[in-house]
């Protein structure tokens, strides 16, 4: 574009004198020779040596620097250091760097650093260009000979770094200099523009023309040099774009992204004039033109533009803002131009979206549907869809309807229902230019436009199935996939061979939701299928073996839960069979629904299969039953085979759960007694109610049966175990109509003549008691009114001859009292009676009882034996010591009163106790209507059961009352030993004896003298004398209780 056709535009309003005057008043008879600007101040240097500092406010202060004159300047942008080139002698330029942070005491800037500017040659040559870069420790010193002079390091310490001067660089005088990076310079002079790699001193000729002082200028990327016919840009790379400008320029200068040219406008013989263009070289128009008299300067510093005349007058060219520009350019409908200066400063998004959309309703409104399309497309994510919508489906436009939409889709930003008016259009499209745009959008697999894929195949579903079909293969849409091929195209054999190759996740899911549609349509296949999936499943599109198996590894095989899929089954139990023989042979460890799920199913085949098919079923159901592997449910198949009448199964069941009288029932309602006999014989031990069951069914039984042949048995097992009451027996048996008299009679024969033999075995018994209480009455009366001589002459237990001391019973036992000593266990009891009489004590009744809970297999059976023997009631025992003494005779004198009973604990005592369990008992209960009196009456026998018992609780009742009743024992000082023998210090009562005053003289020794009394000679026992010896460990202590000892 040239030149000339840019268009052009007043961005930049003109302010004079901004300085009121005091640049002017400061600077007016003087030349300025250098400018400069740069942290926060405007340096201008004159031809005097002086250089002034401006500040924002317009406070202007100055210095000499130079005697006679400042040729060039350049401020550092971010530092306090302003570099200088001018001279203090004719003809001996110097650099110089100020500090203007650090004042003398002058109130002037510190001078850091001065150094000569001269060429290598060390000739004096005017310095004509000055470059410092930004990090300080590189500048740059080109001459009028062409030479360029580059310093290294701190340039504000005075001997830091070295200088050299760049080869190569001509003899033209150089015009401009300016650094890109640490490593390159741009090097312009008025024959040609260079550039120098400072790492490796090469340099690259850019152009073949140069430029003069001041058009030459760099903004960070580029350098731009101004001719009197155009414009270059150079880069690194080499030289760049180009602008045709024809006029003869004086000064370039970059303010923000504009370039500022000054011209020269004066024409001949005219006063000198100049002309200030200010370009936007990335957009392509003027911002801003016009003609001024001679300008001295460009000047842009704290984010302003200055411009300083020949008359030093501060002229400031102040920006108008956005708005201002963007509404100027809106009232000529330059939508386009507001857009890129928008776009190039940074404008918001809100105002760019506004500035398109007005854009877009400008085209809309010219007719251009396309350029207002471009221009709303812009918009999304910002302004309100059904806006652009709305306006197009008025008009009918449908193409740049479906442009749009498909820009939405790209960007995300697209609902449901904009996936649908896609669609919708690209199916009206379709109709009338047959462009196919739907077969192009379903198939295109670069996803460049992003959509709701579902929301697509749902619309595309209405118009087309194999079109839905397509997009959901190609999105991978299994779901829609299975679903448009069961439910619209009814295609169950392709969506079975679909769900083959899928993974083994996906397989699994897809088929519990679809296996039901397809088990009904392809039973078959589809069994055979879910038997792969449950037990090794791989997708038919992969190879058998992978790559971790040919590696040598293993990988677990891929498994689906039969349980998930049984319920698939429940029409079609034929092929749930199948399945679930195949699942318990594959894993023997199969869970519970699985067994019962087959046996359920093995049950209602077998009831609907035809009698010769029944054997084979049965088989197998009884063979499942009875694997101890199958991990079933016996209760709930229990309830199964009652359901539907499985009597094998039931058997079977009944036993395992031991729930024989269920089994007795079963085979009486079937009518086979002799099977329930059988289960009597084999159960009636652990459960004797069996035979009751047997016994009873005909009572119950609605249609009476015949006449049995079991009967007998039955009748003779529950006569042996007593199971029931011949009375209840006999009403049972009158039930039955078919039982006649003949069928029972050996029955109460039986029952009779045991009864007979009871009534004779008691009655024998009770005459037996009778007498034996006569001979004793007898003997106690012999006993309280006769002597009795003791006229045995050897002892008992030796069999040597008697000698004193000697001990006589009333039994005509006597012993030697040594003897007696050693043998008997206590001093009232005869050793050879107790021996004959002694017998071992039976076993508790409560350790019975446990015995045989831990060796039936019904404990309930025992426990009801018990209770109905009455071995768990409460029972009173009453023994002859608690009768009452009959009255003596009047003759005869009262006898003496009875001693104290024998203490049950203590020395003796085993004997005392093995005494009483000699003695007679008499059973009576406490709170009984019918009472039996203890005297006159005869003697009830009871069984030996209740006997033990009856001792268990009698023993236990005495040992917790003499427990009860224990004292310490009280220490015996007249006792000499603990090892001697306790008969001398036992006194025993004349009264204890219980003998009457007609017993002789000779037994009794005197009325008042115990026979067994006599002085005991300490001498004889070897171990009296230890008594008080304090090394034996066997003497007594005072606070030693004998009764404590167990072993005592």
Not at 272 to 293: C, G, M, S, Y
Request: with cysteine.
């Amino acid at each position: 574009m040239a030149f000339l056709e840019w268009r052009r535009f007043t961005f930049f309003d003109v302010h004079r004198k901004i300085d009121n005057g005091k640049v002017a008043e400061n600077l007016q008879d003087t030349t300025i020779t250098a400018t400069t600007s740069g942290n926060s101040h405007v340096v201008l240097c004159d031809s005097t040596g002086w250089t002034h500092l401006v500040s924002r406010s317009w406070n202007i202060t100055f210095f000499k620097a130079y005697e006679l004159r400042v040729t060039l300047a350049q401020q550092l942008p971010h530092d306090p250091l302003l570099v200088t080139i001018g001279e203090d002698e004719a003809g001996a330029p110097l650099v110089k760097v100020w500090d203007w942070s650090r004042r003398d005491r002058h109130d002037n800037p510190t001078c850091v650093r001065v150094s000569r500017a001269v060429p290598s040659h060390m000739r004096a040559t005017p310095a004509t260009a000055l470059a410092v870069h930004d990090n300080k420790n590189l500048l740059a010193v080109g001459f009028q000979d062409g030479s360029v002079t580059l310093y290294r390091g701190d340039i504000a310490r005075q001997r830091s770094g070295k200088m050299k001067t760049l080869m190569d660089s001509g003899t033209s005088p150089i015009t401009g200099l300016a650094f890109s990076g640490a490593d390159k310079l741009f090097v312009v002079s008025r024959a040609s523009v260079l550039m120098y790699w400072l790492g490796t001193e090469r340099c690259v000729t850019l152009d073949s023309k140069g430029a003069l002082a001041g058009c030459s200028v760099h903004d960070r990327h580029r350098l731009t040099v101004a001719t009197d016919d155009a414009i270059f840009c150079y880069t690194s790379e080499g030289r760049g774009p180009c602008y045709a400008i024809e006029g003869e320029k004086v000064r370039l200068d970059w303010f923000h992204s504009y370039l500022v040219i000054t011209t020269t406008a004066s024409k001949h013989g005219a006063a000198p004039a100049h002309r200030l263009t200010i370009l936007d070289i990335q957009n392509k128009f003027i911002v801003f033109e016009k003609t001024f008299e001679e300008i001295e300067a460009v000047l842009t510093e704290w984010g302003s533009f200055y411009i300083l005349t020949k008359n030093k007058e501060m002229i400031y060219l102040a920006e108008k803002d956005l708005h201002s520009k963007l509404w100027l350019l809106f009232k000529k409908n330059l939508y386009d131009v507001a857009i890129r200066i928008a776009s190039g400063q940074q404008y918001d998004a809100v105002g760019l979206t506004e500035i398109y959309k007005q854009y877009g309703d400008h085209l809309y409104g010219k007719g251009d549907l396309k350029g207002a399309i471009e221009q709303y497309i812009k918009t999304i994510g910002w302004l309100e869809t059904s806006y652009v919508i709305r306006k197009y489906l008025e008009s009918r436009h449908l193409e740049p309807l479906v442009l749009y939409l498909e820009e939405l889709h790209k960007k995300g930003g697209a609902t449901e229902d904009h996936t649908t008016l896609l669609l919708t259009c690209y199916v009206k499209l379709d109709q009338h230019d047959q462009q196919g745009k739907l077969k192009e959008f379903i198939n295109s697999k670069d996803k460049i436009i992003e959509f709701d894929v579902d929301v697509a195949i749902k619309v595309v579903r209405q118009v087309s199935i194999d079109d839905a079909l397509s997009l959901a293969a190609n999105h991978k849409r299994h779901d829609w996939y299975l679903k448009l091929m069961i439910q619209d195209k009814k295609a169950y054999s392709e969506a079975l061979h679909y769900l083959s190759d899928l993974e083994f996740d996906d397989a699994d899911a897809y088929m519990k939701k679809y296996g039901l549609k397809l088990i009904q349509h392809l039973p078959e296949e589809s069994t055979e299928f879910l038997i792969t999936l449950c037990t090794d499943y791989k997708p038919r599109n992969k190879p058998l073996v992978d790559e971790a198996t040919l590696t040598g590894g293993y990988k677990e095989p891929e498994r689906a839960n039969p349980d998930d899929y049984i319920h698939m089954f429940l029409s079609n139990s034929e092929q749930l069979i199948h399945f679930l023989e195949h699942m318990t042979k594959a894993e023997s460890q199969s869970s519970t629904l699985v067994y019962n799920a087959l046996i359920e199913h093995y049950i209602h085949v077998w009831a609907k299969s035809p009698a010769d098919k029944k054997a084979e079923y049965e088989e197998k159901i009884m063979k499942v039953l009875q694997d101890p592997m199958a991990n079933y449910d016996k209760d709930q198949t229990l309830v199964i085979c009652q359901m539907l009448g499985f009597r094998s199964g039931m058997l079977y069941l009944y036993e395992e759960n031991k729930l024989w009288r269920a089994q007795v029932a079963l085979h009486m309602r079937a009518g086979t007694p002799e099977r329930a006999l059988g289960v009597c014989r084999r159960r009636g031990g652990a459960a004797p109610r069996l035979w009751l069951d047997v016994l009873w069914w005909p009572v119950r039984a609605a249609p009476q049966p015949a006449s049995s042949p079991i009967l007998p048995e039955l009748l003779h097992v529950i006569a042996t175990e007593k199971l029931l009451s011949p009375i209840l027996v006999i009403d049972c048996l009158a039930n039955v109509p078919s039982y006649t008299l003949g069928d029972v009679r050996k029955y109460l024969t039986d029952v009779l003549k045991s009864e007979d033999d009871v009534i004779t075995r008691e009655q024998e018994l009770a005459a037996k008691y009778k007498g034996e209480s006569e001979r004793m009455k007898a003997q106690i009366h012999t006993l309280q009114h006769e002597p009795v001589p003791f006229q045995s002459s050897k002892c008992a237990a030796c069999n040597r001859p008697l000698e004193l001391p000697s001990v006589h019973f009333l039994c005509q036992h006597s012993f030697h009292q040594h003897c007696f000593q050693s043998y008997s266990e206590s001093e009232r009891d005869c050793p050879a009676c107790d021996k004959r009489t002694r017998r071992e004590p039976p076993p508790p009744a409560a350790e019975s009882l446990h015995a045989r809970l831990h060796q039936e297999h019904d404990p309930y059976a025992v426990v009801s034996e018990y209770y109905g023997r009455g071995l768990f009631n409460k029972l009173t025992v009453i023994t002859d010591a608690q009768e009452p003494a009959p009255p003596p005779a009047p003759a005869a004198p009262r006898p003496a009163a009875p001693g104290p009973a024998a203490a049950s604990y203590g020395p003796g005592a085993e004997a005392k106790l093995r005494l009483q369990e000699g003695q007679s008992k008499q059973v009576f209960v406490p709170n009984a209507t019918k009472q039996v009196a203890p005297k006159g009456t005869s003697v009830i026998p009871v069984p030996e059961g209740r006997m033990r018992l009856i001792e268990q609780q009698h023993y236990s009742s005495s040992l917790e009352a003499n427990i009860s009743r224990l004292e310490p024992r009280v220490h015996n000082p007249t006792r000499t030993s603990p090892l001697a023998s306790p008969m001398p210090n036992r006194k025993m009562e004349p009264k204890s004896l219980g003998q009457s005053p007609k017993i002789s003289s000779a037994i009794s020794n005197g009325a008042n003298k115990n026979p067994f009394e006599e002085t005991y000679d300490d001498t004889k026992n070897p171990f009296a004398d230890d008594e008080n010896d304090p090394t034996n460990p066997f003497g007594e202590d005072d606070d030693y209780d004998k009764n404590l000892n167990p072993f005592s």
